[in-house]
């Protein structure tokens, strides 16, 4: 069985169509990045000079020190969320990266079985045992290929696990510390 012009330009345009729609979803959680970062930076610009503005207005000593104590927790709570801002970026994109993975591998399984049982009908006769050591081939690989993903959402689950975890403790133990800040001025 041979390939005619028209599958080649039709199975060509579907790579370029699947690389753009990829670039296209990688570029997009790049510029979102790049808005946060750019928000974040005009953000701490601003807080940067009210807290400069406010430690040079102190009166004494002990007034800088609880004017910087204050801007702590506030601080932490903004590094937080740019945090859990960039880590919602990145699992949105990889999430619609790998639907889109996945939608096309699947494509790719159909049009492989399709073209191996069209090739089948042309081949001589005994060529069975070399088709059926192929389709195994290609069951092998599929079957590597949703265990890979398994395992690469086993990752994804317990890293957010971790981020969320690891988010959550910095709040608390900024939190405990401001509280006791405060009593010990109190």
Known sequence: MSIT?????????????SLLSLSNTALASAERIA?????????????SVSSTKALL?????QE???????????????????????????????EELTKQIESQY?????????LLDQSTKTLPV???????????AINATNSA?????????QVSEIAEANVTAATNATV???????AATKKKGA
């Open 57 to 61: 207005g102190a009166k004494d000593p």
């Open 126 to 136: 005994g060529s069975d045992v070399a088709v059926a050591a192929v389709k195994s």
């Open 106 to 114: 699947s494509e790719f399984q159909k049009h492989l079985a399709t």
């Open 172 to 178: 608390k133990a900024v939190n405990a510390t401001t």
């Open 35 to 47: 808005a946060l970062n750019l928000n974040t930076a005009r953000s701490v610009l601003e807080d």
């Open 5 to 17: 012009p028209e599958q080649f330009t039709v199975a060509n345009k579907a790579v370029v169509d």
């Open 145 to 153: 290929f949703d265990s890979l993903n398994k395992a690469a959402r």
């Open 64 to 94: 800088a020190i609880a004017q910087q104590a204050a801007q702590v927790q506030p601080s932490v709570e903004k590094a937080v969320a740019y945090t859990r801002s960039v880590y919602e970026i990145t699992a949105q994109a990889k």
